[in-house]
């Protein structure tokens, strides 16, 4: 099975922090996404990638970047965390013919203060 | 544009009771569909797709049918269990260019014993 890995579960940050989420997916896919989830809003579609050093701007980039190095790694980065950034965070992997669907990591709930 | 509806929830139920969560999408073009489940504190897994119409996915009992149509991708289950109570994410994709999952709003369900 394809497995997504976000690096933790939990976090806690302060205002101001540089933050970084990391995902790691282990099945050799191109495609990658970075979403954040709130309640009543829904799945939002931050950053996407398609090839290594490749990125995209998603619905709601703004106070966000993205690094991606590696095939396999794409990190998330908020530069100066807020507290409007308090979020579960999801990424997820695709193959290119993404009609397949994705395959989601368990999510980051990142909670600033 | 293209998009997702689902019926809003939460939707509670009885365990062995019969569930329907209703989804309705608008697509140019000739979509894959999916079914994504997200238990309590996780990420997404997807539980069943269709990728032409009369497809029928399925998946620890649960069922969906690709209908063109009446463009709906309605999730059934004959007998819920309380393990079911999750929140269920309808979505769509299109083919071609770097097309992304198109998620509906997602709807709660919650089975009592």
């Known amino acids: 099975d394809v497995k997504v890995t976000q690096s933790s579960r939990y976090l806690v940050k302060r205002t101001g922090e540089k933050v970084f989420l990391e995902c790691v997916q282990d099945?050799?896919?191109?495609?990658m996404f970075w979403y954040r989830q709130d309640p009543g809003l829904g799945l939002r579609l931050i950053y996407f990638?398609?090839?290594?050093?490749?990125?995209e701007k998603g619905d709601i980039p703004e106070g966000y970047s993205v690094s991606r190095e590696k095939k396999e790694r794409f990190s998330l980065i908020l530069e100066s965390a807020s507290t409007n950034q308090t979020s579960m965070y999801l990424c997820?992997?695709?193959?290119?013919?993404?009609?397949?669907?994705?395959?989601f990591g368990s999510g980051t709930r990142l909670t600033v203060v | 544009g293209n998009s997702v509806t689902q019926m809003e929830g939460p939707v509670t139920l009885s365990e062995e009771a019969f569930l329907t969560i209703n989804c309705t999408y608008t697509?140019?073009?000739?979509?894959?569909l999916f079914w994504y489940v997200q238990y309590p504190g996780e990420g997404l897994q997807l539980l069943l797709k269709?990728?032409?119409?009369?497809d029928k996915g399925s998946n620890k009992g649960f069922e969906a049918t690709y209908r063109k149509e009446t463009t709906s991708f309605h999730l059934e289950k004959g007998s819920v269990q309380v393990s079911d109570s999750a929140v269920y994410f309808c979505?769509?994709?299109?083919?071609?260019?770097?097309?992304?999952?198109?998620f509906g709003a997602g709807t709660r369900l919650a089975v009592h014993p």
């Open positions: 997820a992997s695709s193959l290119e013919r993404v009609l397949y669907g994705y395959t």
């Open positions: 099945m050799d896919h191109e495609n």
């Open positions: 990638s398609y090839d290594v050093k490749m990125k």
């Open positions: 697509a140019t073009g000739y979509p894959s």
């Open positions: 269709a990728t032409k119409a009369d």
């Open positions: 979505a769509l994709i299109l083919s071609g260019g770097y097309n992304k999952l198109i």
